[in-house]
């Protein structure tokens, strides 16, 4: 009886599991892709306190809000894009068309609040083309937005020629440079977290976005499943569209000038935030928090460099290019070591319990 009471007092071997399980949830946080951001956005503030005085300034954060605003709003879109297993290059370039259009039209007498929808129509219309392309025709979305990149950047040029308009009112200019309530915070930089909220939810919380991640992870699947394939991506590419026409509105208002010649190199600076971001460039995979802390991140490095007194603006695109090819290349190293693990562990399943 002793013996059995003393068997029926020792305590199960299994009472440390939580803090294994709490271990465990702690270590999947860490190695989220996010925390990674986070870290580096850390690091990046550190680094430019130490360049400049001025870097961790309201002003620093004011004027390197209002230099990414307009990459900012077209990387919201384009995540949709990229997660669906779909590329747009020509973002840049429709945002330089709708600026045009913008000019144009404004010459022509018309009050700017009837141009600004027909800017944001000319936008839908463009990402139109481009979705019917690669849905209806089956065309590759890298392929037809290279294409699409010289074409309506070319017809910019034809809209306004090497001319800019630099006469609209000012209480349009003073909403797109200035700031909101009185605060430091740039009214475009409200106008983005308006729309990130938007875009968050609608990937985040809703069957639309379900649908989008299981196109990119598996689009033949997702057909078989009773998914409108084409009309989805038909439908983000008119989003991505309309997005970038917006952004055109926004820079014009903001530098009080709209012309052909804006926005070049736009487009890699979106993607990198995109990829960067952690969603992966083969679909199925990011969120808007990721992209949000890249866009974070590419600012605080670009206004470091800018208000240093001994590194080149040359870095700037140095270091996008190379941000670039890592957030192509982290992921993937990263999900080969985690498939790598999860082998190991179904090989050596005693090992892992111990």
Request: with cysteine; proline share 4%.
């Amino acid at each position: 009886m002793q013996a059995e009471t003393a068997t029926q007092g020792t305590p199960p071997a299994a009472a440390p599991a939580p803090p294994r399980e709490g271990a465990t949830r702690l270590r999947a946080a860490l190695g989220r892709w996010e925390a990674l951001l986070i870290g580096l956005i850390a690091i990046t503030l550190i680094a430019g306190s130490t360049l400049s005085e001025e870097f961790l300034t309201a002003d620093s954060f004011t004027t390197g809000s209002l230099d990414l605003s307009e990459v900012a709003l077209m990387a919201l879109a384009l995540t949709l894009v990229i997660v669906a297993a779909e590329i747009d290059l020509s973002v840049a370039s429709m945002l330089a068309l709708s600026s045009a259009l913008m000019a144009d039209l404004w010459n022509r007498g018309l009050p700017l609040e009837l141009i600004m929808p027909i800017c944001l129509l000319a936008g839908a219309l463009c990402g139109a083309f481009n979705g019917f392309l690669v849905t209806r025709l089956g065309l590759p979305s890298l392929a037809v937005t290279i294409g699409t990149f010289a074409l309506f950047r070319g017809l910019a040029y034809v809209v306004i020629g090497d001319e800019s308009v630099t006469d609209f009112p000012a209480t349009w200019t003073d909403r797109g440079f200035g700031n909101f309530a009185g605060t430091f915070i740039p009214n475009t930089i409200v106008l983005f977290a308006i729309l990130a909220v938007a875009f968050g939810v609608v990937l985040h919380a809703t069957p639309f976005g379900r649908s989008i991640y299981a196109i990119g992870a598996n689009q033949e699947a997702a057909y078989f499943a009773g998914l409108r394939v084409k009309r989805i991506k038909l439908t983000l590419f008119v989003v991505s569209g309309v997005v970038a026409a917006l952004a055109g509105i926004v820079i014009s208002l903001r530098n009080s000038t709209a012309a052909a010649n804006v926005g070049q190199g736009f487009e890699l600076t979106a993607i990198t935030a995109v990829l960067l971001g952690g969603v992966s460039i083969f679909g199925g995979r990011g969120t808007i928090l990721g992209v949000i802390l890249a866009l974070f991140l590419l600012g605080a490095i670009q206004k470091a460099i800018l208000l240093s007194e001994s590194i080149s603006s040359y870095w700037i695109q140095i270091v996008t290019g190379t941000l670039l090819v890592g957030s192509v290349l982290g992921p993937n190293v990263a999900r080969r070591a985690r498939e790598a693990r999860r082998r190991h562990a179904h090989q050596h399943p005693l090992e892992e319990g111990q």
